[in-house]
């Protein structure tokens, strides 16, 4: 049958797995605020944060959650941690 999802034009690459992982610098505590920019803090949906990210120079991946919030990594994701809700996700564009 036809494929359910529809395919991006970007290509997002889902880290550690992706599901239920938040974005980390160079280990699971670095969590600079240097390191994205909230694109939104509520109500996003995931694909709107992943054009996000490909529209911004240096975005180096996108970390979501269910409520809409949307961060733009331009930071190398080099580490996760697990927490509930969220996708973490490096931008291979």
């Not at 049958?1 to 395919?7: I, R």
Request: glycine letters at 12%.
């Amino acid at each position: 049958g036809a494929p359910t999802t529809t395919q991006s034009p970007w290509s997002f690459v889902p880290v550690d797995g992706g599901v239920n992982r938040v974005c980390r610098g160079r280990s699971p505590d670095d969590n600079l605020p240097s390191h994205y920019t909230v694109a939104a803090s509520s109500g996003m949906s995931l694909d709107q944060c992943k054009a996000e990210c490909a529209a911004l120079a240096g975005c180096r991946g996108i970390e979501h959650n269910q409520g809409g919030r949307c961060e733009l990594w331009v930071h190398s994701i080099g580490a996760t941690r697990t927490l509930s809700g969220y996708v973490c996700l490096r931008f291979d564009a």
